[in-house]
Nanobody, 129 residues
Framework: VQLQASGGGLVQAGDSLRPSCAASGGTFSSYDMGWFRQAPRKEREFVAA????????DYADSVKGRFTISRDNAKNTVYLQMNSLKPEDTAVYYC???????????????????????WGQGTLVTVSS
C-alpha cells in the first residue's frame, strides 16, 4: 500500500490543523493506521493510531484531549485533527499502515514504529509561539 500525507502547514499556537493521509494500492479497511512525528534532532515518536475497523484508538499522552484520529474507509483516508496546537507539536508528521484485519474489531492498534510496514513521506507542521 502507498501512503501520501498532506495538510501540514504553518500555524500559530492555539490554532487547529487537520493533516490527512491517503492510501492506495491495497484494501485500506484492512489496515491499522498510525501517525508518528519527528522533530529536529529528536527520535520519531508515536502520536495516534486507529485500528482497521475504527473500533479502537490510542494516543500519546502529550496529545490526548487535543488530537483526534479518524478514518474514512470509503475515501481510503485517515485524518489527524489537531487542536490547541503548541510550539512543541512542531515536527514532520508521518502516517503508517500495517495489515491487521485478521484481528478482532476491538483489538487496539500498535503504537511502536517498528510494528508498521508501510510509511508515507511526511508532512511538516510548524507551530509558532
Amino acid at each position: 500500500v502507498q501512503l501520501q500525507a498532506s495538510g501540514g502547514g504553518l500555524v500559530q499556537a492555539g490554532d487547529s490543523l487537520r493533516p490527512s493521509c491517503a492510501a492506495s494500492g491495497g484494501t485500506f479497511s484492512s489496515y491499522d493506521m498510525g501517525w508518528f512525528r519527528q522533530a529536529p534532532r529528536k527520535e520519531r515518536e508515536f502520536v495516534a493510531a486507529i485500528n482497521w475497523s475504527g473500533g479502537s484508538t490510542d494516543y500519546a499522552d502529550s496529545v490526548k484531549g487535543r488530537f483526534t484520529i479518524s478514518r474514512d474507509n470509503a475515501k481510503n483516508t485517515v485524518y489527524l485533527q489537531m487542536n490547541s496546537l503548541k510550539p512543541e507539536d512542531t515536527a514532520v508528521y508521518y502516517c503508517a499502515a500495517v495489515y491487521h484485519s485478521y484481528r478482532a474489531s476491538y483489538y487496539p492498534p500498535p503504537t511502536k514504529a517498528n510494528e508498521y510496514d508501510y510509511w508515507g513521506q511526511g508532512t511538516l507542521v510548524t507551530v509558532s509561539s
